[in-house]
């Protein structure tokens, strides 16, 4: 049987992400290799000329899966039946902006594209938001979407999980395969939390095996939450390929699910589990199934975990008021 394409949009497809991101998602690798797809290009005007170009070279990939291209400047063109949304796009921070000017520089991008999404997307629209500060931009483009259901909008926190499995294999001596159950918690910033009390290492408490509470707190955390940081210098510009793989990891999860005895992380619009407001998008440990996540529930949260939690939930709530008093949401 034929199947019909899944319509994805990218924004900022002319960007470093979208260009490590549309190969990828072209050859079946966000949703799988047997699902056919169709993109949509949004970039702003100035962008659409590298956009164009970009779209040459994913037509002399030949890739069997990718039945069409469109590329425009309007976000209501873009998200016009769009099934996945990747809002990648986002104002960076440059010289002398506060983060209050730079909340409201992508209050305008994620604002419209939020309506245009509430006005113009498939019933079935998911979103993932990568554009950085990702879970208050998440937050600002599901504001102005009330008709769709808010569980659709999501941030990114995947990479930091990646970077986390890592970091850890590194220190166990085991491959990331080894790895379950790792958690981020909070946002997708330097206040991030990443768990390691839940996680195994083939097989065994990952806490356990560390047996080192030093280098967790000053060792593996930094190096996770500042990661970001530590590219940039390294690179000269913000991780990309990394950053791409990461998205491609956490709608393949969503869409298709997570394996059995693990999770992933997401930033999702809290239910108040674990003692996050609701509403706030933080990152969670998640299961998926069906196309649809859940927070994994009943996990004992130690004092050393609780206070890192809730730090970076204060961050979370204190960009909402930020976005709220700019009246974004
Ligand atoms: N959540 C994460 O883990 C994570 C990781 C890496 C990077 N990021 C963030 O992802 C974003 C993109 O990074 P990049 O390296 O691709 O940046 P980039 O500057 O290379 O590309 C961004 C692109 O977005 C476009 N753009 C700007 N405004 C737009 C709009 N209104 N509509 C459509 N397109 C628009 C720009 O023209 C540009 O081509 C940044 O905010 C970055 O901080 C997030
Ligand atoms: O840290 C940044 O500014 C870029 C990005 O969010 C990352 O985590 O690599």
Redesign the pocket.
Known sequence: MTRTPVNVTVTGAAGQIGYALLFRIASGQLLGADVPVKLRLLEITPALKAAEGTAMELDDCAFPLLQGIDITDDPNVAFDGTNVGLLVGARPRTKGMERGDLLEANGGIFKPQGKAINDHAADDVKVLVVG?P?NTNALIAQAAAPDVPAERFTAMTR??HNRALTQLAKKTGSTVADIKRLTIWGN?SATQYPDIFHATVAGKNAAEVVNDEKWLAEDFIPTVAK???A??EARGA??AA??ANAAIDHVYSWVNGTADGDWVSMGIPSDGSYGVPEGLISSFPVTCKDGKYEIVQGLEINEFSRARIDASVKELEEEREAVRGLGLI
């Open positions: 950085n990702a990479l930091d997708h990661r970001g940081a590219i940039i913000s991780s990394s950053a």
